[in-house]
């Protein structure tokens, strides 16, 4: 049996058809399912092995991004999400996904990640209102559409990263991608806790080292993605699913493909 | 009764980018600003849940802090720093606030009853600063009051009013009225009709025996627009060609231009894989055995001069929603922008005008947020800058979209409902149908709310989900989107035959208070109409539920062939359709094109001369290619097109960027639909457009535009027998002569362009009346090209590939600099014009054989700035040099001189790079068409032209970029 992937769509999500197609290639089965139906109980996140958000502007992002899905994130699925991840299963989320996991404080997460204090309505706000790490306005100051080298950090406890080869060779396309922490000692922690999973580098995958447009956003430490402390849930704003057979690329045979991270996911 | 909540960021970038643009408009003394967002809530949640509002939805508290006041209980916001001047800005009532919409959504979601939000901008300017400048910021650069209001201090929210909806009906009396009374009456009412127009309403409603109703007017006012039956491309002319002598060359009869140049145009070339050509919102060709293509482009100028980022918003979103109509998937955009030149004098600007950068700045964020938040990738386009489009800029929008093949409905059937889906209505570019064929006032902005919206691509992206689902289970009949005249046109249309009956109260809107009319002419974004059998309803309902869009059955198709509109089952219009679609009287309009008298009559003894002359631009070639690479119309759009995602839905394969810096120009976009992976067919994108051109030769722009698109098109890999056209004028005000003289000449130049390539044309556009103070723009013809790529694994790029390959230049080079860039720097206004190419087709079939055989390492075609540019092009997007030394450049009208070899802009030329190896083959494929060899691709990053044994271009590539790409070394 292929393994079972939701892919999320909420108002506004795009690329969710390159996921589904991405996590064909790779071996799965993909379904792409509106947020709505997982509401009405049609779906249930219990009944896959993994989870993809998908990018987009989920509701415009007008309250900035991926605010208003974590929010839906916390007051209808709060429960069936927490489960999930902590059953050990899979979190995928690119772009819109990762900005949505990072505002509803799924990743980092906690090093317990459920267990945050629960106010009387069944809200964790403790996760929002505390959360250190953001992905804020790129320092452009505006979307960027580019292609970039992302980098999968060796140590990172996503240790399914480890079956990426080489560099993948993707496009970044997004506005608010700039990940940043409350202060230093946060990026140490990331560091050192292993939550680190992907690092913008150059195409002879040197560390960007914040040179842009090599990093493309500004992003502190050159961090183009993230995982939580089980390395069952990672996030990352670059595209792989754009990448996912050689022509797509724009310069012939170079960098890795982005369909390798979604073999990792389903396969490794 | 009110809170505020502010939001400001902990960390400020001073607001470098607000200091540039206030340096701009003349204002040095702002040293700093600092930007925060205001939300505003009707009612008071109390501390514990605001905090919590704050943390959830509001503030971003790694980046952001966030604080609130009272204003009820009589708080005020904290007074700004000593020194610092605020100024505040929120969005009129009734302009579409998605900000607020999802915190209220939100809130309810948070289980707060909150029945309002607002949002605003607080700016808090730091600087010497008088209250005559705070205003000038304010107006020329913080707030646009076309959409916006401003104080200075904090701004008072506005919440969406409570009041009593308006069944308020008038009847008109035209009985007795004469023709200048009648046209008098059309004016006050903004009817745009004319005197017989107004005589055959008053005749039909004589022979009714009573009076119009407004509702009734503003039917016949919007169904007989410009905008709507193009009346300028379907009227009678009598076309005049006038000589120097003051002779008539020639008087021709044209019974329509539509009908007799491009439709004409369509079924003389006949293709076999036209699907259907001007019937639908959008034109449609085959693409592979399951699914059809369908191709729209629109503009959207006058709402962007007012309003650059609402206006290309809602182009956008207009022209996606042309695809939706055709059943399509909307699945990538395109857009081309004319603009002035960015550093024209802000001192010269002419009152009421938005600086050129300005525009350009909303503009482009404009379609950006629109097309990116739509996931549609933006893959090819154009930006072109000339002084006529300072009171005027143009934005032409299109949308392609992918339908399985024989799934679009065109027929409602008798009892069919009329269903509108989408967003609501409010009082949205009332009048903006009859706007085309008439100025904006400030009294008529005033009384019809905004003229302009922004657009919620939100909404939109709902129902191409939505409209994909339904037509899959094919649950409507007929399907329209609700463009100009709202509504009216889009009911009036779909019940042309059989008849309709409307209850307009059904209709869902943004806030009580329209009166009828307003409800049945509104031009609200984001709605389409369908017509649905009734069993389909319930199963439709449950669809748009799922897909969180807004439903609403307004009526029934009647077969009485009437339409009867009824507010709360009043009747408030009764028409006959006959009259509605066939009683528009018709006109015949008077066209002249006269011969120019040029101040220089011998341009190529002017060159001669131009050329030893040590102070003209054209004596050393160098420093001239260097211009022109810098120029504007020419140098790199990058900081413009990475801001638009080109990449979503992974079938780009042919991007903008090309090269190993993934920085050199396109000649045309490669997609591959999503969902057709299992063959190798694609599609491409391109186009043509040269203003300059136009000026000197309406008609020769028109050609050379279609030359330029076929070109483009091939050289990326498409196959020339499989290459669709589409045709967006414009023009100013066609009922002066000679405006409409230049538009038939141009019109004529398609019709024979179509046939010399076998094009079809199908669809188009036209937005005329584009005037400032009595001065048209340049008559502007934009030509979009979309062909079959029969194979993805034979494209091709721009950028040169390796050292040591030979580059070839295809097709022949005369002396026609007449319209040229070159002459444009050079102010000649004389010269000849490019010549459409002698069958051209041979070359561009022989071009394809060449892609498919692969032979072709790169290929790029020759525009503007002639073989010059196009060699420094190639070379900045391979980081390669090139040498080229051939004294024998093929001539076609004799004896050429470096700079017209180099700089003239002949039809139907490109250059190719192609292996040592593959050099007899490829001439092969060339046997008795133009091609000469001309150099070679060079390992030392230089661009070197010998001509007659004389180094005329010696050049780093390094030099290259940097012109091009407008950066210091």
Redesign the interface.
């Known amino acids: 049996m292929k393994p079972k992937i939701l892919i999320l769509h909420a108002s506004g999500t795009n690329r969710d058809g390159e996921a589904a197609r991405a996590c064909e290639l790779a071996g799965g089965a993909p379904e792409i399912v509106h947020i709505n139906r997982l509401r009405a109980g049609e779906r249930r996140f219990a009944d896959y092995d993994a989870l993809i958000l998908p990018g987009g502007f989920s509701y415009g992002d007008a309250l900035g991004a991926g605010v208003r899905l974590a929010l839906d994130m916390h007051v209808f699925f709060n429960d069936q999400l927490h489960e999930f991840v902590a059953s050990g299963k899979r979190v995928l989320g690119i772009c819109n996904g990762f900005q949505t996991l990072v505002k509803a404080g799924i990743l980092p997460g906690q090093p317990t990640a459920d267990s945050g204090p629960q106010t009387d309505d069944g809200l964790r706000n403790s996760q929002l209102a505390t959360r250190n790490v953001t992905l804020t306005h790129n320092a452009s100051g505006h979307f960027e559409c580019r292609w970039v080298y992302l980098a999968v950090n060796g140590s990172a406890k996503a240790s399914f990263l480890s079956a990426i080869r080489e560099p993948i060779f993707c496009p970044v396309a997004h506005g608010e991608g700039n990940f940043q922490a409350a202060d230093e000692a946060t990026v140490g922690s990331l560091e050192k806790g292993g939550l680190v999973a992907f690092r913008y580098v150059d195409g002879d995958g040197n560390p960007a080292g914040g040179r842009y447009p090599v990093n493309p956003n500004g992003s502190v430490a050159d961090i183009a993605g993230i995982c939580n402390a089980a390395g069952n849930v990672v996030g990352l704003m670059p595209h792989p699913e754009d990448h996912i057979t050689a022509i797509q690329s724009p310069v012939k045979s170079r960098g890795g493909l982005g369909l390798s991270l979604f073999e990792a996911l389903i396969n490794a | 009764m009110a809170i505020r909540i502010e939001v400001s960021p902990r960390r400020g970038d001073g607001g470098v980018?607000i200091v540039q643009q206030a340096q701009r408009l003349g204002i040095d003394a702002v040293h700093s600003c600092r930007t925060s967002k205001l939300y505003f809530l009707a009612e008071d949640p109390g501390t514990e849940q605001l905090s919590?509002l704050c943390?959830?939805?509001?503030a971003?508290?790694?980046?952001e802090a966030a604080r609130w006041d009272d204003l009820s209980a009589g708080e005020m916001p904290p007074a700004a720093a000593q020194d610092a001047h605020v100024v505040e800005v929120a969005l009129r009532p009734g302009v579409t606030d998605?900000?607020a919409?999802?915190?209220e959504?939100?809130m309810a979601?948070?289980?707060l009853s909150i029945s309002h939000a607002a949002t605003a901008t607080r700016y808090e300017l730091e600087g010497d600063l008088s209250e005559g400048d705070l205003h000038r910021l304010a107006q020329g650069l913080l707030c646009n009051e076309t959409i916006e209001h401003y104080t200075l201090g904090p701004i008072p929210p506005q919440f969406d009013q409570e009041s009593a909806a308006s069944d308020f009906v008038e009847s008109i009396s035209l009985s007795g009225l004469d023709e200048e009374s009648l046209v008098a009456l059309s004016g006050e009412r903004l009817l745009s009709l004319d005197g017989p127009e107004m005589k055959a309403i008053q005749d039909y409603f004589a022979e009714m025996e009573r009076d119009p109703t407004d509702v009734e007017l503003e039917t016949l006012a919007q169904t007989w627009s410009e905008h709507c039956v193009h009346k300028t491309f379907r009227s009678k002319i009598i076309f005049r060609w006038i000589s120097l002598e003051r002779h008539t060359r020639v008087v021709r009869e044209v019974p329509g231009m539509l009908r007799y140049y491009l439709r004409r145009a369509t079924e003389a070339v006949d293709r076999p894989w036209l699907r259907s050509a001007f019937v639908d919102n959008a034109g449609i060709i085959a693409f592979d055995d399951d699914f059809d293509l369908a191709f729209k482009v629109e503009t959207h100028n006058h709402p962007s001069a007012l309003e650059p980022f609402g206006g290309a918003n809602t182009g956008i979103g207009g022209v996606v929603r042309d695809i939706i109509g055709v059943s399509a998937r909307p699945i990538a955009c395109t857009d081309v922008l004319c603009f002035a030149p960015q550093d024209f004098p802000q001192s010269e600007l002419p009152a009421g005008l938005l600086h050129p950068a300005r525009i350009r700045e909303g503009v482009v964020?404009g379609i950006?947020d629109y097309g990116?938040?739509?996931?549609l990738p933006t893959v090819n386009g154009a930006v072109i800058y000339d002084e006529g489009y300072l009171g005027n800029p143009l934005v032409f929008a299109g949308c392609v979209g992918l339908l399985p093949r024989d799934s679009h409905p065109t027929e409602p059937q008798l009892g069919d409902r009329v269903v509108v889906l989408g967003g609501r209505t409010g009082r949205d570019g009332l009048h903006g149908a009859t706007f085309s064929s008439a100025e904006l006032t400030h009294e008529t902005s005033e009384k019809s709310g905004s003229a302009v919206q922004i657009g919620?691509?939100?909404t939109e992206?709902?129902l191409i989900e939505l409209i994909e689902a339904a037509r899959d289970e094919q649950l409507y009949t007929a399907i329209t989107d609700c463009g100009a005249g709202g509504l009216s046109s889009a009911c009036g249309e779909m019940g042309k035959e059989l008849g309709v009956e409307v209850e307009l109260s059904e209709v869902p809107l943004k806030y009580p208070g329209l009166t009828p009319w307003e409800i049945w002419i509104s031009e609200a974004q984001e709605r389409m109409v369908l017509a649905v059998p009734e069993e389909n309803l319930p199963r439709l309902q449950e669809l748009a539920?799922?897909?969180?869009v807004e439903m609403r059955v307004l009526g029934i198709f009647t077969g009485d062939g009437e339409l009867h509109v009824n507010y709360l089952g009043r009747p408030v219009a009764h028409l006959g359709m006959k009259f509605l679609h066939d009683g528009w009287p018709g006109t015949e309009m008077q066209a002249e094109y006269r011969d120019k008298n040029f101040a220089i009559k011998d341009w190529r003894a002017e060159l001669v001369k131009l050329a030893a002359d040590a102070q003209s631009p054209i004596s050393n070639l160098s420093n001239l290619l260097l211009t022109l690479l810098s120029h504007p119309s020419v140098a790199s759009k990058e900081a413009i097109v990475?801001?638009?995602?080109?990449?979503?839905?992974?079938?780009?394969?042919v991007?903008p960027?090309?090269?190993?810096e993934?920085d050199g120009p396109a000649d045309a976009a490669v997609l591959k639909p999503?969902?057709t992976?299992h063959h190798n067919k694609a599609f491409c994108l391109s186009n043509g457009i040269n203003p300059l051109l136009g000026k000197r030769d309406p008609y020769a722009m028109a050609v050379s535009a279609i030359d330029e698109a076929f070109r483009n098109a091939v050289a990326v890999g498409a196959d020339p027998d499989q290459i669709a056209l589409l045709d967006n004028f414009c023009w100013g005000n066609p009922k002066l002569r000679d405006r409409l003289g230049t538009l038939v000449r141009a019109a004529q130049g398609c019709y024979d362009g179509s046939l010399a390539y076998n094009a079809p044309f199908i669809s188009g556009k036209d937005s005329l009346y584009n005037e400032f103070n009595g001065e048209p723009i340049p008559g502007t013809l934009l030509i979009s090209a979309i062909g079959i790529v029969p194979d993805?694994?034979h494209t091709c790029t721009s950028d040169l590939k390796a050292p040591g390959n030979r580059l070839y230049l295809i097709g022949d080079t005369a002396a026609e600099l007449g319209g040229s860039l070159l002459f444009s720097l050079l102010g000649i206004d004389s010269g000849d014009p490019p010549q459409m190419p002698n069958e051209p087709l041979a070359r561009y079939t022989a071009l394809h054989n060449a892609i498919r055989s692969d032979l072709v390492q790169s290929c790029h075609d020759l525009s503007e700035g002639g073989l010059a540019v196009a060699l420094a092009e190639m070379a900045i997007g391979g980081r390669l040099g090139v040498r080229v030394a051939n004294s024998e450049l093929r001539i076609a009208n004799g004896e050429l001189s470096p700079v017209e070899a180099l700089f003239s802009e002949s039809n139907g030329r490109l250059l190719v790079e192609v292996k040592t190896e593959d050099v007899t083959t490829l001439e092969e494929h060339f046997a008795g068409l133009p091609l000469v060899e001309i150099g070679t691709v060079s390992a030392d990053s230089r661009l070197v032209v010998e001509l007659e044994g004389e180094s005329v271009i010696d050049l780093a590539v390094d030099e290259l970029v940097n012109a091009w790409k407008r950066q210091v070394a």
């Open positions: 980018q919590r943390a959830f939805l509001l971003d508290l790694v980046t998605v900000a919409r999802e915190l959504r939100g979601e948070l289980g964020a950006g990116n938040k739509l996931g919620d691509p939100i992206k709902g539920d799922g897909w969180d990475r801001t638009y995602d080109h990449e979503v839905r992974g079938g780009t394969l991007r960027f090309t090269g190993p993934m999503l969902g992976w993805i694994e």
